[in-house]
C-alpha cells in the first residue's frame, strides 16, 4: 500500500517546513539548537499534523543519526531495547535518534526504562505528545528534556503545503495538476490547522479530479466534499475539548456573544452536547448569578429542551441561552461567597452550632440556661430580628458582599433600611 503523500515528501529545509515560526523563524532557539548539530533530548507537544513527525526526521538527517521510529500507543520495553542495542553497530555509528511518538501512552515503567539509555547517553530522544506533556510524561525524563510547543498551522502556511504537494504529485506522477486558488484555499481553511490532512486531501482530491485528457481538474464540488467537517480538531479526552469548554464560558463571562457562539458551534458541530449544555449552566449560576436570578430557570429550561429534542435543533434554545448569559449583567457575588465559606470550613473554623439554630432536644442538668431560645423571624416586624447564626468561631465572618448591579443594591438598600430600624 503506497504512503500517504504526507509521508512520501518530506521538507529538505527547515524554511520549506511550514508554521511554527515560533519555534524554527530566524534566530529562534530550536533553530540555533538544530542548526548546531549538537541536539538534547527534546519533547514535541501540540496537535497533530503540526510538523513533529516531520521536524524529528529533518533533525536526523541534520545530525547524521540513525532514526528509529516508535509509537507509544503499540511499543513495548522490549522494542526500545532492541533499538538501544543497535548502538555501536554499523547501524547505530553515528548515534540513534529514537523518534517515541504519542509518549503519553507509555506507562511509568516504560518511561522509567527509556530513562536509562536517555541517562548513559545511549539514545538521544525525541517524544511527541498532543496531551499536556507536565501532567502525562514522568517528571525524571521531563527534567532531562527541553519542551517546544507546536500551534496549529495558520490558513495561509497550509496553503504553501498544498501548493507543494500539487507540485509533487505532478512530478510523481508526469501529469499537469489544475488546482485553482479557490480550492487551495478551501482545503487550507478545511482542514483545521493540520498540515498532513491538508496533503492527504490534495491527494484525494486529484485521485477524484476530472480527467481532461493528461489533466486532472481539481473543481470547488470535490473539494467541498472531501473537507466537509474536516477543520473540527476534537477529542474529549484531550487539551482541545478543555481548551474549547474554557473558552466557550469565559467568552459568556466576558459578555462577547460572538465569541461564545462560536465556541459552542464548535462544541454542537463535534456532538458535545453535554459539555455545551454543562457550562452554559455552570455560568449562569456563577458569572450573572444574583444581578439577573431569573435567568438561572431559564437557562435550565433552555437546556431541558436541547436535550428533549437532541441534535440538530438543540442548536436553538441554547443559542437564545447563549446570547441571553452574554448580554445579562454580571455578578461572582455568591459564588465568592460560598468559597470564601468553604476555605473557612477547610481550614477547620466551625465549632459548635449556636443553641437557637439547633433541632429541638432535651437539655441536660448541667445546662444553667434551659431552653432553645430562638427568635422566630417572622413573629416580628419587617420579618426580622438579631440574634446570632454563626458558630462563635467564625460570629464575626463576612462571607457575602453585596455587587454594585441593580438588583443587589435594590436588596442591600431594603436590608440596610431594615437592620437600622
Excluded at 486532472?216 to 474529549?236: C, G, H
Excluded at 437539655?363 to 438579631?386: A, F, R, T, V, W
Amino acid at each position: 500500500m503506497n504512503k500517504p503523500l504526507a509521508d512520501r515528501f518530506r521538507p529538505v529545509t527547515l524554511d520549506d517546513i511550514v508554521g511554527q515560526k515560533h519555534l524554527l523563524g530566524e534566530d529562534k532557539p530550536l533553530r540555533r539548537i538544530i542548526e548546531s548539530g549538537e541536539v538534547p533530548n527534546l519533547i514535541f507537544y501540540g496537535p497533530s499534523g503540526v510538523g513533529k513527525t516531520t521536524l524529528a526526521t529533518y533533525i536526523a538527517k541534520r545530525t547524521d543519526k540513525t532514526l528509529k521510529k516508535l509509537n507509544g500507543t503499540t511499543a513495548s520495553t522490549a522494542d526500545i531495547k532492541e533499538i538501544v542495542a543497535q548502538t555501536g553497530t554499523f547501524s547505530g555509528i553515528n548515534g540513534i535518534l529514537l523518534y517515541l511518538d504519542e509518549i503519553q501512552y507509555f506507562n511509568k515503567k516504560q518511561q522509567q526504562t527509556l530513562l536509562e539509555f536517555i541517562e548513559n547517553g545511549s539514545i538521544t530522544l525525541i517524544a511527541s505528545t498532543t496531551e499536556n506533556p507536565y501532567f502525562y510524561v514522568y517528571n525524571a525524563i521531563l527534567s532531562r528534556s527541553t519542551v517546544f510547543e507546536f500551534k496549529s498551522v495558520e490558513p495561509e502556511e497550509v496553503k504553501r503545503a498544498v501548493l507543494r504537494a500539487a507540485r509533487l504529485l505532478e512530478e510523481e506522477q508526469g501529469i499537469e495538476i489544475v488546482l485553482p486558488d479557490e480550492c487551495a484555499k478551501k482545503i487550507a481553511l478545511g482542514c483545521g490547522g493540520d498540515v498532513r490532512k491538508a496533503m492527504n486531501t490534495v491527494e484525494l482530491s486529484v485521485t477524484a479530479a476530472d480527467r481532461d485528457g493528461s489533466r486532472r481538474i481539481v473543481t470547488p464540488e470535490i473539494v467541498e466534499a472531501l473537507v466537509q467537517r474536516s477543520s473540527m480538531r476534537y477529542d474529549k479526552d484531550g487539551d482541545e475539548h478543555y481548551d474549547i469548554v474554557s473558552a466557550y464560558q469565559k467568552s459568556m463571562r466576558g459578555s462577547d456573544p460572538d465569541a461564545a457562539l462560536h465556541y459552542l458551534a464548535r462544541l454542537l458541530e463535534a456532538g458535545d452536547l453535554p459539555s455545551a449544555c454543562r457550562r452554559l449552566m455552570v455560568c449562569a449560576c456563577e458569572d450573572v448569578g444574583l444581578a439577573y436570578p431569573q435567568i438561572i430557570p431559564i437557562v435550565k429550561s433552555c437546556v431541558d429542551i436541547a436535550q428533549a429534542v437532541g441534535l440538530p435543533e438543540a442548536r436553538i434554545p441554547l443559542a437564545d441561552a447563549v446570547v441571553m448569559v452574554c448580554t445579562a449583567p454580571k455578578s461572582n457575588s455568591a459564588y465568592n461567597a460560598i468559597d470564601a465559606a468553604l476555605g473557612d470550613i477547610r481550614r477547620g473554623k466551625t465549632g459548635p452550632i449556636p443553641r437557637q439554630l439547633q433541632n429541638k432536644h432535651f437539655d441536660g442538668e448541667d445546662n444553667p440556661n434551659k431552653g432553645q431560645h430562638y427568635l422566630y423571624p417572622h413573629s416580628y416586624p419587617n420579618h426580622y430580628i438579631e440574634q446570632q447564626y454563626l458558630p462563635d468561631a467564625v460570629r464575626d465572618s463576612r462571607y457575602y458582599t453585596f455587587g454594585d448591579n441593580k438588583n443587589e443594591q435594590a436588596f442591600r438598600a431594603y436590608w440596610d433600611k431594615i437592620k437600622k430600624k
